[in-house]
């Protein structure tokens, strides 16, 4: 009995071991949540994105040009999660997976012209409302080239 009870109590270590750690978007509060990069406070909820990061802290933009530039000088390394406003819908989308839309006049909060989307269609929708823009993928936007596109 005590060797069943012993290996039972094993396989349970093994498995929390491997369990792998999940991440949740979190709220932004507006009156204090600032952007990590601008240090700009967080007025336009829509465009806001996050790092959630291994060691249980958060990271929060403004701007998905913003959360670009801090994973540029950081890496991926330390990143749990990110996650992106949708525009259209205002609700978080994993920033790997979602949709972009680029286009020098679509104004975003540091005037990097550069909105998300969970989908493809709700990007292309975007466009036959706001305007023709250059569709983008999470892989693109590490060559993209960031800075005020006026």
Known sequence: MKKWIMIVMLCCAVL???SEKTYEPREIVSETDVCKICNMSIVHNEYAGQIALKNGDYEIFDDIGCLMEYIEANGEDEVGAA???DAAKNEWID???AVYV???DYW???NYGVVAFDTKEAAQEWMVSEGEG???AYTDLHD???G???
Do not use: D, R, S
Request: one cysteine or more; hydrophobic letters at 40%.
């Open 148 to 150: 005020i596109h006026k």
């Open 95 to 97: 920033v790997i997976k």
């Open 16 to 18: 929390m071991g491997c």
């Open 83 to 85: 996650y992106i406003k």
């Open 134 to 136: 250059q569709l983008l």
């Open 144 to 146: 993209f080239k960031w």
């Open 108 to 110: 975003t909060p540091m």
């Open 102 to 104: 680029y286009n020098k």
